[in-house]
């Protein structure tokens, strides 16, 4: 799902005890292949893929954080430690994410 983050449209595929993740949208300085807004937000649970289509190259950046915040790691110099920003899209750099894994 893409759209702008809600208590609503947090989760969208409630099963089960799976660890939740919000992929959002920082920033965008540049041409973006997929059409990604600041705000835009995705979902995902566990380590499956995003609920929709996905960039597979800025999944392929922000899937080691996604694994390591499933296994246990934080960050803690960042505001939020289940939360990594800064996630530069490869190409070129012009999408800036951060994945944020939902309390539980």
Same mark, same amino acid.
């Given at each position: 799902?893409?759209?702008?983050?809600?208590?609503?449209?947090?989760? %969208?595929?409630?099963?089960?005890?799976?660890?939740? $993740? +919000?992929?959002? +949208? #920082?920033? +965008?300085?540049?041409?973006?292949?997929?059409?990604?807004?600041?705000? &835009?937000?995705?979902?995902? #649970?566990?380590?499956?893929?995003? &609920?929709?289509? $996905?960039?597979?190259?800025?999944?392929? +950046?922000? =899937?080691?954080?996604?694994?390591?915040?499933?296994?246990?790691?934080?960050?803690? =110099? #960042? #505001?939020?430690?289940?939360?990594? %920003?800064?996630?530069?899209?490869?190409?070129?750099?012009?999408?800036? $994410?951060?994945?944020?894994?939902?309390?539980?």
């Amino acid at each position: 799902m893409v759209g702008t983050l809600t208590n609503s449209n947090i989760i %969208t595929r409630g099963i089960g005890m799976a660890k939740q $993740f +919000v992929i959002e +949208v #920082e920033k +965008v300085t540049g041409y973006c292949a997929c059409g990604y807004k600041a705000g &835009d937000v995705i979902t995902c #649970e566990g380590l499956n893929t995003p &609920d929709q289509p $996905f960039c597979g190259g800025a999944y392929a +950046v922000l =899937f080691p954080m996604q694994t390591a915040l499933h296994s246990g790691a934080t960050f803690v =110099f #960042e #505001e939020n430690p289940l939360s990594k %920003t800064k996630l530069a899209c490869p190409d070129n750099g012009y999408v800036i $994410f951060k994945i944020t894994m939902l309390p539980r």
